[in-house]
């Protein structure tokens, strides 16, 4: 089995940064990609930020130039740095796992951004 946990949400200012953290645990051969995807109320859930076991990235536009993500491999880790956070990027975030050789991945329970203008 599979465990995602994620930490380090909370309520900041227009303009303020968050960081997120992510770690993977259980048992598991390797992971190819981690993710980070949001979901605002009414909305369905976007893809954020994804990098894979070789480090390429791929971003939303709308968060390109203020969010970072960065991954661990030996640790099982990836964080998103938020930087110049907006209102709209107000949502739950989910970290997302995925194994090679799983369909889907394995999801956080999630962490609340809340940014107030």
């Known amino acids: 089995q599979v465990q995602v946990v994620e930490s380090g949400g909370g309520l900041v200012h227009s303009g303020g940064s968050l960081r997120l953290s992510c770690a993977a645990s259980?048992?598991?051969?390797?992971?190819?990609?981690m993710a980070w995807y949001r979901q605002a109320p009414g909305e369905q859930r976007e893809l954020v930020a994804r990098?894979?076991?070789?480090?390429?990235?791929n971003y939303a536009d709308s968060v390109k130039g203020r969010l970072t993500i960065s991954r661990d491999n030996a640790k099982n880790t990836v964080a998103l740095q938020m930087n110049s956070l907006k209102p709209e990027d107000t949502a739950v975030y989910y970290c997302?796992?995925?194994?090679?050789?799983?369909?889907?991945?394995?999801w956080g329970q999630g962490t609340q951004v809340s940014v107030s203008s």
């Open positions: 997302n796992v995925d194994i090679f050789g799983s369909v889907g991945g394995y």
């Open positions: 259980g048992r598991f051969s390797s992971i190819y990609a």
């Open positions: 990098v894979t076991n070789s480090g390429t990235t």
